[in-house]
């Protein structure tokens, strides 16, 4: 079985396919981070800060989202076609386990 996901080295993670894409958005919120640091070092109005709080917020959910979005398509699939009932219920266990931490 090609376990894609369960050992944090030497393995190819379900999201290698777009990493760097994920890279450019997490580099594009710490960005927006920073500018969350200039911001309340310049004193800007509260709800402005609140408002770009909220953009960033929905950014990291975006991405994690997805994240989950390809842990499913590659490495639960992998494990549904391995077809062994204890992989995969690791596999889902690992997903609702991450959707709870998510939540």
């Known amino acids: 079985m090609n376990d894609c996901c369960s ?4 393995t190819t993670p379900g999201y290698h396919a777009d990493k760097d ?15 969350l640091q200039r911001m309340l070092e310049g004193d ?3 709800i402005d800060v609140l408002t770009q709080v909220s953009a960033v917020k929905r950014a990291l ?10 842990h499913v398509r590659h490495c639960v699939r992998d494990a549904a076609a391995d077809g062994s009932p204890d992989v995969i219920d690791a596999k889902l266990t690992e997903v609702l386990t991450a959707v709870k931490r998510l939540m």
């Open 7 to 10: 050992a944090p080295h030497g």
């Open 21 to 35: 894409a994920y890279v450019r958005r997490l580099r594009r919120i710490e960005g927006q981070v920073r500018g």
């Open 44 to 46: 800007t109005y509260c």
């Open 61 to 70: 959910e975006s991405v994690s989202l997805e994240l989950v979005e390809d």
